[in-house]
């Protein structure tokens, strides 16, 4: 189970059946936010539904391909950040993440994927860490992109978002690229 305490307001740690309740109530409270770059967050899901997307998410992680985390701030479920799989043949995954409207701009994604990075290259022993992001979505962008990722290309059209298809802008982050931004100058 991932557990990480960003700092002593903010936690992220893998879900269990008990924060289903909690995401029940953020998803259902912020559709209209969410919508515009994710396709999945419907507000007709039930708890129920939700309890299901959580077994599932720990089932991921029981079998060592990926995870999903809560990211808690002050207590209250915040958003989430996770590895969508992790490919052990390539020494490779790909992260994705989502915040609540009311916690943004206080640098929490940021951190807590920076988390995540840190956990893939330095614990898991991978080489890759990849995201991707809608090209008009600045600010999901604008993580990758403080965190010293490589902006790789765009994959045009590669997503139908509800009526429309959208371009991602693809970032890496490789475990020597890693060292380097980590490494103080002249080490």
């Known amino acids: ?12 740690r893998s879900y269990n059946i008990d924060d289903a309740p909690a995401l029940y109530e953020v998803l259902k409270r912020e559709p209209e936010h969410l919508l515009v770059w994710l396709p999945w967050p419907d507000a007709d899901k039930s708890l129920g539904d939700r309890r299901e997307f959580i ?40 992260i994705g993440y989502w915040l ?3 916690h943004q701009r206080k ?33 999901s962008r604008a993580i990758p992109e403080r965190l010293g990722f490589t902006r790789e ?3 045009r ?7 429309r298809y959208v371009d991602h802008v693809v970032y890496s982050m490789l475990v020597e690229q890693s060292r380097e931004i ?3 100058e002249g080490a």
């Open 1 to 12: 189970m991932f557990n990480r305490k960003l700092d002593d307001d903010t936690l992220i």
């Open 55 to 94: 077994r599932g998410c720990i089932q991921q992680e029981s079998d060592g391909d990926g995870f999903r985390t809560g990211i808690f701030h002050r207590g209250e479920l915040a958003g989430s950040v996770g590895f969508h799989d992790i490919g052990r043949a390539n020494r490779s995954t790909s």
């Open 100 to 102: 609540a409207a009311k």
């Open 107 to 139: 640098g929490i994604m940021t951190r807590a994927c920076e988390a995540l990075v840190d956990h893939a290259l330095l614990e898991l022993k991978l080489n890759r860490v990849e995201t991707r992001c809608a090209s008009e979505n600045t600010r």
């Open 153 to 155: 290309g765009v994959l």
């Open 157 to 163: 059209q590669v997503q139908l978002l509800h009526d």
């Open 182 to 184: 980590r490494s103080p």
